[in-house]
């Protein structure tokens, strides 16, 4: 059974909507701004990719802003019993701000994910089946990868799949603790890259069954998930995981990695985790193909930054362009083959692989296909 | 199929195993590393970090992953998945208190690194060297049952040959090694905290006991 993307809409620091996101990536140009929201904190960085234009009304977390606000189209559209999968490392964090800030525990309970979970259903009005994910920056990937099976297994005829999270106080301290965050806009694959920026997004996508052979939606062709089980926040240095991961992905497809178009890569800028991908990409394909991150350009979206980066990867499809790594000045030199700081123009690319790795040593990755050229 | 459920609470710890030899026992104290050690059978590096949920689990699943033949017959690919009404709720607390507490400058990444749903299974991944999917994944229907089905589909659905399924928070954890065949989930479905499915299963145990 093929599962396609039947419908999607992302929020980036780019703006609202994929042309937004597909334009700003092509454009070259970061949507990485100097903040001043942690100003006073004395944290490694004041970058961050925040999306523009929000109104968060008080009380309110920036996560259930954003996704109000890209979900008012859906509102009345859904068969009421459509499954639902929210994918987020934490739900809304700043309730656990808020809670120990002015000393009101109570409001601790309100950043649980499934609290959110409620809210997403109530605001659709959907009363099916409704899960919560949470696989660190795997999430959405691996929630794409639940929602295509349930449809393969028959279970549903169409899922609905939610991820979104936000740059918090919580999230920032903890990365800037662990020394992860770069002091200038992030530049995956590059030979000085020194670290991530982080962002915030929110993205959906409708999920469905679609055998027809004429359809131009991006299909879900295979997917695969590990874990390193070598560290907590460091990847495996030789690969394995997200080696096997790939090695899954294509054999559910029935497809060779030789096959693969480009890569939809994880790419946070961090040392080890884009030499990681590097030798994983290296190890699985013959050649090398045209890899890009998204992360110079939006940052690092976490949970959130596996969907965005598939949904990029179906225009890139579509169209036959790869868009460019976004910050890329001077590729690492195991990158050289592979990365670029122009679109590469394939003319066809109709099989990509999408990559995501998390804490915890989480791997997934989705190989996509069946997106006509237009 | 239910191969093993097995529990770790601050009294008392077990494994019951559908037709087999099931046991239990009252809990050593998880602050000594050499209890930790006798119960794991194997080095944990980073065990004086661990959070107290974090040990629980980690017995529970080395309990039922002893008492399942997956790794005998070829060390199959295991993954992890785990659930819970909170969440990291705790640790996330914890983490935020500490680094407010210090100042709003800098936190402890000892603690940030727990402030996610699948930090406990990363741990129990890295100690029982298990390499299949990790995730958390939270059920309206919240019975445990609803766990063991997820896990489940994870084999049916060929992304992993079999699944230890959490159920933890900071006072107990059950785990159930589940893998292929048919769903034989229907006497977990029960809503109960963790602490009280480690009562129903040493009971269980209990009263198959001989005489």
């Known amino acids: 059974m093929n599962v396609v993307i039947a419908q999607s809409d992302v929020a980036t620091a780019y703006g609202w909507g994929l042309d937004a996101l597909w334009n700003g990536l092509l454009s070259n140009r970061t949507a990485i701004r100097s903040t001043d929201r942690f100003a006073q904190r004395g944290f490694l960085s004041n970058q961050a990719a925040i999306v523009p234009g929000l109104e968060v009304s008080p009380q309110e977390s920036r996560a259930l802003a954003m996704l109000k606000r890209l979900l008012f189209p859906l509102i009345g559209k859904l068969d009421p019993k459509t499954p639902l999968i929210l994918a987020t490392t934490v739900g809304e964090i700043e309730y656990v701000e808020w809670a120990i800030l002015n000393h009101r525990p109570d409001l601790a309970l309100q950043s649980r994910p499934q609290v959110l979970l409620g809210r997403i259903k109530h605001l659709l009005g959907l009363v099916g089946p409704a899960t919560v994910i949470s696989s660190a920056c795997a999430s959405s990937a691996i929630a794409l990868a639940r929602a295509a099976a349930a449809i393969r297994r028959g279970d549903a005829k169409k899922v609905l799949v939610v991820t979104c999270d936000s740059i918090s106080e919580f999230v920032y301290s903890g990365f800037s603790t662990l020394l992860s965050l770069c002091d200038e806009p992030a530049r995956p694959f590059d030979a000085e890259r020194s670290g991530l920026t982080l962002g915030e997004a929110a993205a959906w996508a409708l999920l469905e069954s679609n055998d027809s052979p004429d359809d131009r939606a991006m299909s879900i062709l295979g997917w695969g998930n590990t874990t390193d089980a070598v560290h907590m926040t460091a990847p495996d240095r030789n690969a394995r995981g997200l080696s096997r991961a790939i090695a899954k992905a294509c054999s559910m497809a029935g497809r060779t990695a030789g096959e693969i178009s480009f890569i939809a890569a994880h790419g946070t800028a961090t040392m080890y985790s884009d030499a990681m991908e590097l030798l994983a990409f290296s190890a699985a394909t013959a050649a090398p193909k045209p890899i890009f991150s998204v992360k110079g350009g939006i940052g690092h979206t976490l949970a959130s930054a596996g969907l965005v980066q598939i949904l990029i990867a179906g225009r890139a499809m579509s169209l036959g362009l790869v868009p460019p790594t976004v910050g890329l000045a001077v590729p690492d030199p195991a990158a050289a083959a592979w990365v670029h700081n122009t679109p590469v123009d394939l003319g066809r690319a109709p099989l990509a692989l999408s990559t995501s790795s998390g804490f915890g040593g989480v791997n997934t990755a989705v190989l996509l296909g069946g997106a006509e050229q237009s | ?211």
């Open chain 2, 1 to 211: 199929m239910i191969r093993a459920v097995s529990w770790f609470c601050a009294d008392h710890h077990g494994v019951f195993v559908p037709g087999g030899r099931s046991w239990q026992k009252p809990s050593p104290k998880l602050s000594v590393a050499a209890d930790i050690l006798a119960l794991v059978g194997r080095p944990v590096n980073y065990y004086p970090r661990m959070t107290t949920e974090a040990r629980h689990c980690l017995c529970a699943a080395s309990m039922a992953l002893a008492a399942t033949p997956w790794r005998a017959s070829g060390n199959p690919e295991i993954g992890l998945l785990c659930g819970g009404s909170d969440g990291c709720l705790a640790a996330n607390q914890e983490y935020f208190r500490d680094y407010v507490a210090s100042g709003r400058s800098l936190g402890r990444g000892n603690l940030f690194i727990y402030t996610l749903p699948t930090s406990v299974l990363g741990e129990v991944a890295i100690v029982l060297s298990l390499a299949g999917p990790c995730l958390f994944i939270h059920d309206e229907t919240r019975p445990l049952s609803a766990l063991a089905r997820h896990a489940r589909e994870f084999v049916v659905d060929g992304e992993a040959n079999a699944m230890l399924a959490l159920w933890s928070d900071t006072s107990a954890a059950v785990c159930l090694a589940v893998d292929g065949g048919g769903d034989d989930s229907a006497w977990l479905s029960k809503e109960l905290s963790p602490l009280q499915w480690a009562g129903e299963f040493q009971g269980l145990v209990q009263s198959r006991a001989p005489a």
